[in-house]
């Protein structure tokens, strides 16, 4: 089964692209401080933007390397398929290319080697239909099989690790030994004699090794786990192999990897890859949490009784050392014995008892719900039916916590669940000291990819379980070492035992346990920040959502062949044929496209910037192509598969790049050869000519269409199946954490979604003038992007307005603020939609575009109220 890829990993992957076209303009330093410059991607970087610029390692300054940060479960090595054809396409200009792909251990390698060489494997699907089938994968222990036909006519992919490449034992790693299968290569290779940087014997003759094969053909490296190889050795392991590019992928970069894009994990929990947040629960005695977490892993089966899909939720215990008190004997006795499990449920995992391998957990017959394990689980053992860990183990000096938190987080075939409770995952934990798990799981979902931010987000205190520690009212309630004095006390705080008790009230601000921090220790202080905010919250009423209150949206629909469809951009251009004809002249310009020839060097300018092609080893370009048998016509048919578009047919599109390549060679005097060298940069101009073409009259013909289906009366709102808002609908996402405190949000005052801008910006204030609104029953901050939120249509994308809100009359109101940036093209075509919906609610809905007070002259707050007063269009 094809994978399709999720928003994320196109938008990785199309930042690579990027990347690497502009490398070979500007080289990688500059093409790197560009794009991680770029306001979105800088954004999305944050501190991993901080002193980073673009690192060149001295050993292969010529071979462009980046990283791109994917967390734990989020599909890396989908990344890197689809990273092979860019590479090859954009860098390398091959059209079958030699690749190393680096695994951080044989367990992984080997599961990646049989996994790439499975026909029906989705991880070979996409190969095979990047370069037409033509693919042979070869693990590394497979590598003297590899015959010179097979380099020649496929994209071979050789699985290894990079320890099969170290240098300081080249009688362990036998890449770098003569071997007797390979001298049908170095035979073919004229002049061969004269390529400098190959290993040598002792008579100074070039060895018939794997290692100086790859250096020949110059390999793309996709490494993975890249930050366990930028050691000094790994910088010197790898020149030895004469890469032409490395793409890295890694959760936990290092500053040495030249970090280019980071993928949110909120952005995996928005396209159903990980289950989040986390439900904690501390406890100080073992056996009190094996019963919760076997409670909880019976509410869990009821509840999956209820999906349509298969599920059988496991819990995966992590026992004690074998001479520790709850060892794995112990506690499997103890779930026998104790808890009545019945021991067919139960598996171990340890370095001696294997009893999940070749256990299919999975099928519907395996009777496994209990696993247990100590250090960790096998390597690549994965199984997404894992939602509760129950840890016995001292998880701060534990780092297998961390492996056994990621088998939880996988979501069962990457899809949000009916139920609310199977989407998310549990974690029961032992602790001496009440606050100090939170702070424990944070850091080690730092370490799966999380920033500081995402990682409190993704971790959710069970308040109801702290008994075992204290009662609830002591949760506003700090001891410290040193009275404060009254003075540096703010008034909404109180003291109790002689002033070495501070005491929160419910009038306490965020800014008044701010003014704490320097008249309490670094431990006190990180004591007060954990219980305040649980404090707050144990304090608060239960929001509209927790009370059950429904907040439903209609969603517009628009008719296409008979159906009604969510006008998504893509559906409506489905039947729309680009005249490309018509739209754009059959012409590349000299300052367009242009080649000079200069003896073995092609010099190719594209729109003031240029690239180098020659035959000389002193540039990083590969030489020029091989046109021999070439005509007009191959050109065409290479062009015409290159740059395949859907909204252009075949028939219309191979007749513009007919009339394009016979204009270049008739009136612009180029020569075939000089076109097939320069192809790829050709494709990169044509297809560059098309998009601008393209987003000139996709939004006039977009708009112009919805009109006509507005008047022929295909455009409607779903009630029925609209956007339904839930209390758990922005679990994980970064919630704004001011002093202010919001009485309406439909998800409490703690679950509103960050704002943009400052945190005291226009749009908060804005919310805040929604929050006071007395027409207004309750609100909700509408979190962009993300898949549970109200959407509008756009000619290019989708439109999520700010703020939907239920009036006190049943009416929906939809507020979009934008400041003083009214009169874009983006802005009107917003509002134009926005507009629509309201005309097809039948007086049920009212959309404001509002703007700054000096704008218009009214007050936020009149703009809302005269809208709420108007009876729509």
């Known amino acids: 089964m094809k994978i399709e890829l999720k928003k994320y990993q196109q938008d990785t992957i199309n930042a690579l692209k990027q990347f690497f076209q502009d490398c070979r303009i500007m080289g990688a330093k500059v093409a790197y401080d560009k794009i991680t410059s770029e306001n979105v991607r800088a954004a999305r970087l944050g501190r991993l933007r901080d002193d980073y610029g673009y690192r060149i390692w001295d050993t292969i300054p010529n071979a462009p390397r980046v990283c791109l940060k994917v967390p734990t479960g989020g599909g890396k090595t989908i990344i890197a398929a689809h990273a092979i054809k860019v590479v090859a396409d954009t860098w390398v200009e091959k059209e079958n290319p030699v690749v190393l792909w680096f695994c951080p ?62 240098h300081s034992n080249p009688e362990k790693y036998n890449v770098y030994r003569r071997n007797e299968n390979l001298e049908p290569f170095f035979a073919r290779i004229e002049n061969i004699e004269k390529v400098e940087g190959l290993d040598r014997d002792a008579k ?53 990897n030249n970090t280019l894009y980071n993928v949110r994990p909120a952005e995996l929990k928005d396209e159903e890859m990980i289950k989040l947040p986390i439900e904690l629960y501390e406890y100080q005695e073992w056996e009190q949490a094996v019963a919760k977490a076997i409670a909880k892993l019976a509410e869990l089966d009821e509840v999956a009784k209820g999906e349509k899909d298969y599920i059988r939720p496991i819990l995966l215990f992590q026992a004690q050392n074998e001479n520790e008190k709850v060892n794995v004997k112990v506690l499997r006795d103890y779930l026998v014995n104790t808890e009545n499990i019945p021991d067919r449920s139960i598996a171990v995992a340890t370095g001696e008892q294997k009893e999940l391998d070749g256990v299919d957990v999975f099928d519907k017959g395996c009777p496994i ?95 109801s379980e702290r008994i075992g520690f204290f009662g609830r009212s002591e949760l506003n309630k700090i001891d410290i070492e040193k009275p404060i004095k009254a003075e540096y006390l703010p008034a909404t705080i109180q003291t109790e035992n002689d002033g070495r008790t501070i005491v929160f009230t419910k009038e306490t ?60 951009p893509d559906r409506i251009f489905e039947d729309y044929d680009l005249d490309i004809g018509r739209l754009v002249r059959p012409e590349l310009t000299p300052n367009e496209f242009n080649i000079v020839e200069q003896g073995n060097t092609f010099i190719i300018e594209l729109n003031g910037n240029r690239l180098v092609y020659s035959y000389s080893r002193e540039h990083v370009e590969l030489p020029m192509a091989n046109v021999e048998g070439w005509t007009e016509t191959n050109l065409v048919v290479w062009l015409d598969k290159h740059l395949h578009q859907k909204d252009i047919s075949q028939p219309k599109m191979v007749e513009w790049l007919r009339c394009t390549i016979e204009y270049l060679i008739s009136e612009r005097r180029m020569t075939l050869a000089a076109l097939m060298t320069a192809k790829y940069a050709l494709a990169d101009r044509i297809e560059a000519k098309i998009e601008f073409a393209r987003k000139d009259v996709r939004p006039k013909w977009f708009n112009t ?48 979604p960050k704002f943009d801008g400052k ?96 704008y218009i002259g009214l007050e936020v707050f009149d703009q809302i109220r005269n809208k709420i007063d108007s009876k729509g269009n």
């Not at 001292?394 to 938190?405: C, F, G, H, K, T």
């Not at 920040?529 to 959502?545: D, H, I, L, T, V």
């Not at 049943?810 to 134009?832: A, H, P």
């Open 705 to 752: 269409q919805m009109a006509l289906f507005e008047r022929e009366s295909r455009v409607m709102l779903d009630f029925d199946n609209g956007f339904e808002f839930t209390e758990s609908m922005y679990d994980g996402q970064e919630m704004y954490n001011g002093n202010y405190q919001f009485t309406k949000h439909f998800l409490g005052p703690f679950k509103v």
């Open 204 to 256: 100074g003759g070039i060895i018939n090794s794997f290692a100086n094969l790859m250096y020949i053909h110059c390999p793309i490296m996709i490494v993975d786990e890249a930050h366990n190889v930028i050691s000094e050795l790994s910088q010197k392991t790898m020149p030895l192999m004469n890469p032409s590019a490395i793409v890295e992928l890694t959760a936990t970069p290092q500053l040495q």
């Open 759 to 854: 945190i005291d910006g226009e749009e908060f204030e804005c919310a805040k003038t929604i929050d006071r609104t007395p027409q207004v029953k309750y609100w909700l901050r509408n979190a962009k992007r993300h898949r549970k939120s109200f959407w509008l249509p756009t000619s290019t994308d989708k439109f999520y307005p700010d703020f939907v809100a239920l009036l006190e009359d049943g009416r929906i109101l939809v507020v979009e603020y934008k400041g003083d940036r009214v009169d874009s093209e983006d802005t009107n075509e917003k509002k134009m939609f926005g507009e629509l919906w309201e005309r097809q609610s039948n007086g049920k809905g009212l959309f404001l575009l509002a703007v700054k007070p000096s």
């Open 105 to 166: 251990s044989d367990t992984i390698r080997r599961q990646t080697s049989d996994a790439l060489k499975n026909p029906r494997h989705p991880y070979r699907e996409v190969l095979n239909e990047q370069f037409d089938g033509r693919v042979k994968i070869f693990d590394i222990d497979e590598k003297f099989n590899i015959r010179p036909s097979d380099i020649a006519n496929n994209t071979c992919i050789i699985v290894s690790t990079i320890q099969a490449f170290r």
């Open 509 to 568: 601000t965020g800014a008044d346990i701010e003014k704490l921090a320097q008249h309490v220790s670094p431990d006190e202080f990180d004591e007060i920040q954990y219980k305040f905010p649980n404090y707050r919250r144990s304090e608060a009423k239960p929001s509209p959502a927790k009370n059950g209150e429904k907040f439903k949206v209609p969603h517009l629909k628009v008719e296409l062949n008979g159906e009604w469809l969510f006008p998504e």
């Open 369 to 463: 719900k209990y696993v247990i394990t100590v250090e960790a689980l096998k390597e690549g053992w994965d199984c997404s039916f894992a939602y509760i860990l129950c840890s016995l183990s001292n998880i701060r000096s534990n780092n297998a916590v961390e492996q056994l938190l990621g088998r939880v987080m996988r979501m069962p075939y990457a899809k949000t669940r009916e139920a609310d409770p199977l989407n998310k995952a549990y974690a029961y934990v032992i602790s001496d000291a009440f606050g100090s798990a939170p702070k424990e799981l944070i850091d080690k979902l730092k370490n799966k990819g999380f920033d500081e931010t995402e990682a409190k987000n993704a971790i959710v205190n069970n308040s």
